[in-house]
């Protein structure tokens, strides 16, 4: 009778502490997970684009007067309710030259990101590295159309 009784204990024991564990686990990695291109949007974007997209960030007092940014909430509904998802990351990486992001020559979040590679690890395929970030902040942004 005691060995069975020490059995159950045993077992349940064992199963509170996996149980326990597995609980502990889940909660890390959803408290250490980043959102890339939230993290992106915020520390490149979001000073000309404001937080929300709409244009409104605290730099766009510091542009030429007269010029306008696009309101980033709304470009699904200006392309008939079609997010342009390959048009915005040709923005972003410089293939689309926008004036205000770099000229032609150095479209300039695709360069800071294979910069950035390069001074991580020169081992990582530094244009692998720039496209993930580029496609992260593309998906963001996307986050951001009007309902």
Same mark, same amino acid.
């Given at each position: 009778?005691n060995?069975k009784l020490?059995r159950?204990?045993? @077992?349940?024991?064992?199963?509170?502490?996996?149980?326990?564990m597995?609980?502990?686990? &889940? *909660? *890390?990695?959803t408290?250490g997970s980043?959102d890339?291109?939230? $993290? &992106?949007?915020d520390?490149?974007?979001?000073?000309? $684009?404001?937080l929300?997209?709409? /244009?409104?960030?605290p730099y766009v007092?510091?542009?030429r007067? /007269?010029?306008?940014?696009? %309101?980033l909430?709304e470009?699904?509904?200006? %392309?008939?309710g079609? #997010?342009?998802f390959?048009? @915005? #990351?040709?923005i972003?990486? /410089?293939?689309?030259?926008?004036?205000?992001h770099?000229s =032609?020559?150095m479209?300039?979040w695709?360069?800071? #990101?294979k910069f950035? *590679?390069q001074n991580?690890d020169?081992?990582?395929?530094?244009e692998?590295? =720039?496209?993930t970030?580029?496609?992260?902040?593309? &998906?963001?942004?996307?986050?951001?159309?009007?309902?």
């Amino acid at each position: 009778m005691n060995s069975k009784l020490v059995r159950a204990f045993i @077992v349940g024991a064992i199963a509170v502490g996996i149980a326990t564990m597995v609980h502990a686990q &889940e *909660s *890390s990695l959803t408290a250490g997970s980043i959102d890339i291109g939230k $993290h &992106e949007y915020d520390k490149h974007c979001a000073q000309c $684009h404001g937080l929300s997209g709409k /244009g409104d960030g605290p730099y766009v007092q510091l542009l030429r007067a /007269g010029t306008v940014l696009p %309101n980033l909430t709304e470009l699904s509904k200006k %392309n008939s309710g079609v #997010y342009p998802f390959l048009r @915005v #990351y040709w923005i972003i990486d /410089g293939t689309v030259p926008v004036r205000a992001h770099g000229s =032609a020559n150095m479209p300039i979040w695709g360069q800071v #990101y294979k910069f950035q *590679s390069q001074n991580l690890d020169p081992l990582y395929d530094s244009e692998l590295f =720039a496209r993930t970030k580029i496609f992260a902040l593309t &998906e963001y942004v996307w986050r951001l159309q009007a309902k």
